[in-house]
């Protein structure tokens, strides 16, 4: 399986960040997976965004569960991550990855970084 | 939230000395722990998974113990190409966790 990180490397305060994870050799309608969103701000350490099934079903990080929505297009698969609102702190490495219980594919990363 | 805490923080070792990182979680979490080795510029790569279980085309050298609460990665005659930064993560709840990672040196 690969995943490919895309979306705009620089987003505005204020703005809605949006990424698309697109999944290859591999079916993104197979059950036994979660698709995967993560991040790594400067300086700290890994952050879990949130996941979601092949039925749709997702699963956010109370911390930002607010601003976050992610969704899947099995028919293209993709699955996507939007952020709202953003500041300087949603600055990061964006990583999409597949879960049946460890991370075990991940794509290469998307620097996003936030500013005017 | 399940916390886990990573030590050392950093470490300079020779080659083909043995390393030793542990990870402790704030609760039980049975063996839903995997340690991931992460490269400059690169994605993170599983290392091991479910705390002991080897991952097809990782080095022996790599080995993993502990269940409940306390675990290590053990990496058995440094290699070169072993600098990196290696972390810990737990699939036992929502949401899911990482420890911060510890960056390992060649002297």
């Known amino acids: 399986v690969q995943l490919q990180e895309s979306g705009p490397g620089l987003v505005k305060p204020s703005q809605t960040l949006s990424l698309t994870c697109t999944v290859s050799n591999d079916p993104i309608s197979d059950g036994i997976y979660y698709w995967t969103w993560l991040r790594h701000r400067p300086g700290k350490g890994l952050e879990w965004i949130g996941y979601?099934?092949?039925?749709?079903?997702?699963y956010y990080n109370p911390a930002l569960k607010s601003r976050v929505t992610i969704s899947i297009d099995t028919s293209k698969s993709q699955f996507f991550l939007n952020v709202t609102s953003v500041t300087a702190a949603d600055t990061a490495i964006y990583y999409c990855?597949?879960?049946?219980?460890?991370?075990?594919?991940w794509g290469q990363g998307a620097l996003v970084t936030v500013s005017t | 939230e399940i916390v886990l805490i990573q030590s050392p923080e950093s470490q300079s070792v020779t080659p083909k000395e043995r390393v030793t990182i542990t990870c402790r979680a704030s609760q039980s979490i049975g063996t839903s722990l995997h340690w991931y080795q992460q490269k400059p510029n690169q994605s993170p790569k599983l290392l091991i998974k479910y705390a002991s279980q080897s991952i097809s085309g990782v080095p022996s050298r790599f080995s993993g113990s502990g269940s409940g609460t306390a675990f290590t990665l053990t990496i058995n005659g440094l290699e070169a190409e072993d600098a990196a930064t290696y972390f810990c993560h737990q699939s036992s709840g929502l949401p899911r966790t990482f420890g911060l990672g510890t960056k390992v040196e060649i002297k």
């Open positions: 990855a597949r879960e049946p219980g460890t991370l075990d594919s």
């Open positions: 979601i099934s092949f039925r749709g079903t997702p």
